[in-house]
């Protein structure tokens, strides 16, 4: 580890990294803007998501809720609408909390420090250092994914980064060399360093501002860093999902708050291998044994940890009145008959592959 070498560099180092940030950076939306608001939602929507997807989400968003008190104000259900096929809804979830919390708390304004951040629902340091730098010029550091693979390498970090010592050693070198000076403006390079040049499989040292500097590449190979710890095999769980439609109407469970897809609408998914193994549970779902249900198809839903295998099953009934409306059965608040033409807004991306799929099973059928 060459921490002391680099940390000894530093002012040579935020000199040249901000000179190629300037010319370099990427004209990205949330760029264009201080409003701490308006930065905190563009960071929370960043977290594991790539750039692309996040740009009309961001634009869209802010339209909708353009400061902390409408968020707040806000329905929890719409605020799921709009992050809509976004991922991650926890997001939105801690957001809209946190922006309540805001305008109880501070009157709508955020507050400027990383420490206060840090205590809002869902601000963990790497969001609390973004606002406090971006925002607020506070001499905060951050370290995301992007960062910690960029300093493991400058400094030769060889241990796993994820956690413990490594993680430590990658704080604590991000505060070492975060500048007084136009802070947000540091952190925003190394990020922008970690998303163009230092990728993870081909890092273009060659066109690197900060390359000569770099002790990994010095010693060759910076590829093979960061150190990762290794990977728990992600666990699969099997689930039947059903579709039942009336005619233009099809029944869709809403989640529970305080579980997966929290506030989410769906069509109901039962922990089962198969139909026969999902009976008694659909039961639950409101769906009676009568309903002569058909395999459909299979979908495989990868999530952090999970990988979800899904059965799709599809069934037709005459009129929506032949399944009775049933109130919530964990892991659903309530069920009801929702029209296919104009379904919730406020579904996961993984319910409207399962409606994708059963609506071309039932247009074949
Ligand atoms: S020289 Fe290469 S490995 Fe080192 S920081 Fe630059 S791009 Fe990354």
């Given at each position: 580890m060459r921490v002391a070498g680099l940390v000894a560099h530093a002012d040579e180092f935020v000199r040249a990294l901000g000179a190629w940030y300037d010319a370099a950076a990427r004209p990205l939306p949330w760029r264009a803007t201080r409003d701490p608001y308006a930065v905190w939602v563009s960071e929370v929507m960043l977290q594991q998501t790539r750039v692309e997807t996040v740009v009309p989400y961001y634009g869209r968003f802010l339209a909708r809720f353009p400061t902390a008190a409408a968020l707040g104000a806000a329905p929890l259900e719409e605020v799921l609408a709009a992050w809509s096929?976004?991922?991650?809804?926890r997001r939105a979830r801690a957001l809209w909390l946190a922006a309540r919390e805001v305008c109880e708390r501070w009157r709508g304004r955020l507050p400027g420090s990383a420490a206060e951040l840090a205590t809002l629902s869902g601000v963990g340091p790497y969001t609390a250092g973004a606002v406090a730098s971006i925002a607020?010029?506070?001499q905060e550091p951050l370290v995301d994914g992007n960062v910690a693979r960029v300093l493991s390498r400058l400094a030769a970090i060889d241990e796993p980064t994820a956690a413990g010592a490594g993680r430590r050693a990658l704080w604590e070198l991000a505060r070492a060399l975060v500048?007084?000076?136009a802070p947000g403006r540091f952190n925003q390079a190394l990020m922008e360093l970690g998303a163009t040049?230092?990728?993870?499989?081909?890092?273009a040292c060659g066109r690197c501002p900060v390359a000569s500097l770099c002790a990994a590449r010095a010693l060759g190979s910076p590829e093979a860093l960061p150190v990762a710890a290794s990977r728990r095999a992600s666990e699969r769980v099997d689930l039947v999902a059903a579709v039942a439609f009336a005619g233009a109407e099809v029944w869709l469970g809403q989640r529970a708050l305080g579980g997966l897809y929290a506030g989410l609408w769906e069509p109901p998914m039962v922990a089962a291998r198969s139909l026969r193994g999902a009976r008694s549970a659909l039961r639950g779902c409101g769906l009676p044994a009568t309903l002569r249900f058909r395999a459909c198809g299979e979908l495989e839903h990868v999530l952090t940890h999970r990988r979800l295998a899904l059965r799709v099953v599809v069934a037709r009934t005459r009129c929506a009145g032949a399944v009775a409306a049933s109130p919530g059965a964990p892991p659903y608040a309530a069920f009801a008959w929702q029209s296919r033409a104009a379904l919730p807004r406020a579904m996961s991306t993984l319910a409207r592959r399962v409606l994708a799929l059963a609506e071309t099973a039932e247009g074949a059928a």
């Amino acid at each position: 580890m060459r921490v002391a070498g680099l940390v000894a560099h530093a002012d040579e180092f935020v000199r040249a990294l901000g000179a190629w940030y300037d010319a370099a950076a990427r004209p990205l939306p949330w760029r264009a803007t201080r409003d701490p608001y308006a930065v905190w939602v563009s960071e929370v929507m960043l977290q594991q998501t790539r750039v692309e997807t996040v740009v009309p989400y961001y634009g869209r968003f802010l339209a909708r809720f353009p400061t902390a008190a409408a968020l707040g104000a806000a329905p929890l259900e719409e605020v799921l609408a709009a992050w809509s096929g976004l991922g991650y809804y926890r997001r939105a979830r801690a957001l809209w909390l946190a922006a309540r919390e805001v305008c109880e708390r501070w009157r709508g304004r955020l507050p400027g420090s990383a420490a206060e951040l840090a205590t809002l629902s869902g601000v963990g340091p790497y969001t609390a250092g973004a606002v406090a730098s971006i925002a607020f010029d506070a001499q905060e550091p951050l370290v995301d994914g992007n960062v910690a693979r960029v300093l493991s390498r400058l400094a030769a970090i060889d241990e796993p980064t994820a956690a413990g010592a490594g993680r430590r050693a990658l704080w604590e070198l991000a505060r070492a060399l975060v500048p007084a000076r136009a802070p947000g403006r540091f952190n925003q390079a190394l990020m922008e360093l970690g998303a163009t040049l230092c990728t993870p499989a081909r890092p273009a040292c060659g066109r690197c501002p900060v390359a000569s500097l770099c002790a990994a590449r010095a010693l060759g190979s910076p590829e093979a860093l960061p150190v990762a710890a290794s990977r728990r095999a992600s666990e699969r769980v099997d689930l039947v999902a059903a579709v039942a439609f009336a005619g233009a109407e099809v029944w869709l469970g809403q989640r529970a708050l305080g579980g997966l897809y929290a506030g989410l609408w769906e069509p109901p998914m039962v922990a089962a291998r198969s139909l026969r193994g999902a009976r008694s549970a659909l039961r639950g779902c409101g769906l009676p044994a009568t309903l002569r249900f058909r395999a459909c198809g299979e979908l495989e839903h990868v999530l952090t940890h999970r990988r979800l295998a899904l059965r799709v099953v599809v069934a037709r009934t005459r009129c929506a009145g032949a399944v009775a409306a049933s109130p919530g059965a964990p892991p659903y608040a309530a069920f009801a008959w929702q029209s296919r033409a104009a379904l919730p807004r406020a579904m996961s991306t993984l319910a409207r592959r399962v409606l994708a799929l059963a609506e071309t099973a039932e247009g074949a059928a």
